[in-house]
């Protein structure tokens, strides 16, 4: 029952993590604006 | 970690800087605030219909016909629209960004507050009828007062429908006529440009304001009402 | 108030038949005209040749795709969301994302997947090497379950909160295993959540075309993005309006088959 538990707590934790990832991504180009710029130029070369 | 080169606040001067960006998030707001307020009015009027049949057939009728909105796909929405502005010829701009929006928050709004008037016993209007009060009385001092935190619901769904409409403004929206998203699509399209990113930040930090906003009314709301229920 | 007249009703109508009514009778008017304006059912004929048949199938099929990875996912979800101490905060942390703005997310996306983005750098560190993630069909349905999947996991976990568990306890004393548990009860009694969910997702995966767009480029083409064509591009808007009935019927189908659950509108 304990390990049934600990996998849900995993499992859920994975998807909330992938959930967050494009908003936790937006905060980090909030705070790294140029190494971004020079990143996505690169995209589109 | 090469590349970086410390904060800096370039980008968001350059958003501020950029006037065709200032108009358009002018006109994002605008149409969102208007929109909202506008469909919830509609909304509780809806809403007060669909309560007020008399038969249980026609009420299914009303709410079904309310779910069409909901259900359809935006592009069959915003098609749709499109071939009603344009026969009925009304240039497509912000009127016909504004009434699309209404279009598509009054089946929201009436969503959100059906609940809250189901909720309320009707003992309570006939007392108030005993006591004397007209129709428009019972309405403002009883109905509308217990069925706010429904109301506030359906106003906060509308305006985040509306700042966050994308496929719906994009069919209707013509030239010379923007709002955010459509700007932001358009502008992902042509390639990705430094000022995207800031716009973005910016809006996501707005949505959050709203969000907030939105919980701490729905908290006060709740407790002057004494059902502790947060949604 | 019974017997009172229904005041509120007639503004109510007024404005069903005026947004509702009206536009879609319209669209079915439109899709009888040609593109220059000529009464025809070349529209229809046209849409069960080949191109567009194969067109839907796909779209179809995609769709398909997108809500059983999503149901796959979401089930086990919102199972185990119902086993956790603070329901209240997990739902709450499930909802806040579909706040942020769409397109905001798809943006995200776009700089995650590129060729020098997180994921493509995490593949370089392990020793794989860049790939084209972008403009691939995985990235067309990973953002698409990305974007559907609250939709999904909250009817699916209203259903199950809606469960006796003493159901699940009788099965298990009754000797059941945990899988026959799941098969004939626990399953069986969530359909409803299921079947909500499923619509949430089906009939919006059918019309998605701005995901479509910039995900996926031109590699897929759905019948969002066909009828976005007919009508902003070529404007033929006959062929367009042809291709929204169909997706009209297609909803109306799809709502016959799993019920007029009210999933709540998604976004895209």
Known sequence: MKAAKRWQSAYLIVVFAVLYAPIAYMIFLLVQQRRHDARLRGLHA | ?231 | MNAKRNVYLAPYLAWMALFIVIPIALIVYDSFFDIDGGFTFGNYEKFLTPIYLKMTVSSIWYAFLITVFSLLIAYPAAYALTKMKHKQLWLLLLILPSWVNLLLKVYAFLGIFGTYGFVNGALEALGIGRQQILFTDFSFVFVSVYIFIPFMILPVYNALEDLNPSLVFAARDLGASGWTTFRKVVFPLTLDGVKAGCQAVFIPALSLFMITRLVAGNRVITLGTAIEQHFLVTQDWGMGAAIAVFLIIAMVVIMLLTGTGQAGRVRR
Not at chain 2, 74 to 84: N, Q, R
Not at chain 2, 149 to 158: D, E, L, V, W, Y
Not at chain 2, 184 to 204: E, H, M, P, T
Not at chain 2, 205 to 211: D, E, G, H, Q
């Open chain 2, 1 to 231: 970690m090469h590349g970086f080169e410390g904060f800096t606040l370039e980008y968001y001067g350059e958003v501020f800087r950029d006037g065709r960006l200032l108009i358009i998030v002018l006109n994002t707001v605008v149409i969102a605030l208007l929109s909202s307020t506008i469909s919830t009015i509609l909304g509780v009027v809806g809403a007060l219909a669909i309560m007020r049949t008399r038969t249980r057939r026609s009420r299914n009728a009303l709410l079904s016909m309310n779910n069409v909105l909901i259900v359809s796909p935006d592009v069959i929405i915003g098609a749709s629209l499109l071939v009603m502005f344009t026969m009925a010829g009304i240039r497509l701009g912000f009127t016909s960004v504004l009434l699309s929006h209404i279009a598509f928050s009054v089946p929201i709004v009436v969503l959100m507050v059906l609940p809250k008037l189901q909720e309320m016993s009707p003992t309570l209007i006939d007392a108030a009828r005993d006591l004397g009060a007209s129709g428009w009385q019972v309405l403002s001092r009883v109905v509308v007062p217990f069925i706010k935190p429904g109301i506030f619901a359906g106003f906060f769904m509308a305006l985040t429908y509306s700042l966050d409409d994308f496929a719906v403004t994009f069919f209707v929206t013509g030239n010379g006529f923007s709002t955010l998203s459509v700007e932001i699509y358009s502008r992902a399209r042509q390639g990705v440009s430094l000022s995207i990113n800031a716009l973005s930040a910016l809006i996501f930090l707005f949505t959050l304001l709203i969000v907030l906003g939105y919980y701490v009314l729905n908290r006060r709301s709740a407790k002057r009402l004494g059902t502790g229920v947060p949604r």
